[in-house]
């Protein structure tokens, strides 16, 4: 029997037979929310899974990247070539084959991002395409699609040479649950922040040992310090990262452009299921009435200039107290 690892990620309990960047944690009391099996190598068609298609996403000249499809039996996330994950109609008890040669370490990359996201939307959560740090007692968020910065910035942030003090919270994928009390609250997730080989100098400035090659040709970054409990969330940021920018400029958007920005950057794109989609929209403009939403151009590093961290803290902590 191989061994079972046990995390508290995104407010849910994990059991699984793959390691995973998350925060480990003691075995639950209660039965786990998702439960992660390792099935055996076996090809991994370039079809579609059968039965309705709830997400796909392709590339030039129509070649999948992944699809997820559900039938009365169960669903399927399949990523062509490199990996099936089925399970039950909500991916919550999950077996993954590897195409045969494929890295296994593709698996956690998988299983921590896209997977998790797509379990999360399935529960009609919000989940955000973002990385989030801890500050001062609250969550910012970074919130864009990949190569806007966010996961460059939440690191940096945490590194020790920042002097921010900041904690990581989650990395890529961001779970927002709004209480009884109309606060919102971001859940811990992701215990690295995967980088691309550009912020090779944020690695380089690493203790020892906390950075590693993934399999996806990424560079994760373990940070000092991580977040341990749900944060309220005080502000979202979409950076602009610019190498011709002198100095950092945020500006605050209305709800309705905050919206329709947020909207264009699914951490699952290419979702067709209705009801979800619908669930999410609605809980995506919640967000943004209650939590300002920022664009900030950064000029960009790695590694950034003097102060430029400082200064992007503070401008959003800057706007006027009735605005947050």
């Known amino acids: 029997m191989s061994a079972q690892h046990w995390y508290r990620a995104h407010g849910l309990a994990i059991r699984s037979a793959v390691e995973l960047p998350l925060p480990p944690a003691p075995p639950a009391a209660g039965p786990p929310d998702l439960v992660l099996r390792r099935g055996a190598d076996r090809p991994v068609p370039s ?6 298609r709830l997400a796909e996403l392709a590339g030039p000249g129509g070649r999948l990247f992944y699809s997820l499809g ?8 399949r990523y062509p070539g490199l990996c099936d994950f089925t399970g039950d109609r909500g ?14 370490g593709l698996l956690a990359v998988l299983a921590a991002g896209t997977l998790l996201a797509v379990h999360l939307t399935l529960r009609r959560e919000l989940v955000l395409h973002a990385s989030a740090v801890q500050v001062d007692g609250h969550a ?6 990949s190569g806007m910065g ?3 910035l939440a690191a940096a942030l945490c590194a ?5 003090g900041c904690g990581l919270v989650a990395d890529d994928v961001l779970r927002v649950e709004r209480t009884k009390a109309g606060a919102m609250l971001v859940h811990p997730g992701s215990t690295e922040s995967r980088l691309r080989p550009s912020a090779g100098d944020l690695a380089a400035a690493a203790a020892p040992g906390a950075a590693r090659p993934t399999a996806d040709g990424r560079l994760a970054l373990r940070p000092p310090l991580r977040a341990e409990a749900p944060l309220p969330l005080v502000a979202c940021v979409l ?6 920018a002198s100095e950092v400029s945020v500006r605050r958007m209305s709800p309705a452009r905050a919206l329709l920005r947020i909207a264009q950057f ?5 979702w067709r299921e209705r009801e979800s989609a619908d669930r999410a929209f609605q809980r995506l403009a919640d967000l943004v009435e209650l939590v300002p939403v920022f664009e900030a151009t950064v000029p960009w590093g790695p590694p950034f200039r003097p102060r430029v961290l400082a200064e992007l803290l503070a401008a959003v902590d800057a706007a006027p107290a009735g605005q947050r």
Request: charged share 25%; aromatic share 2%.
């Open 47 to 52: 079809r579609r899974p059968d039965g309705e």
């Open 160 to 164: 020790t040479v920042a002097g921010t």
């Open 140 to 145: 910012l968020a970074f919130v864009g699609g």
């Open 91 to 104: 991916l919550a008890a999950v077996t993954c084959h590897l195409h045969p040669g494929t890295d296994p």
């Open 70 to 77: 559900r039938d009365l039996e169960g669903a399927t996330l």
């Open 266 to 270: 699914p951490r699952v794109a290419g």
């Open 239 to 244: 950076p602009r990262p610019s190498r011709d």
């Open 150 to 152: 966010k996961s460059t």
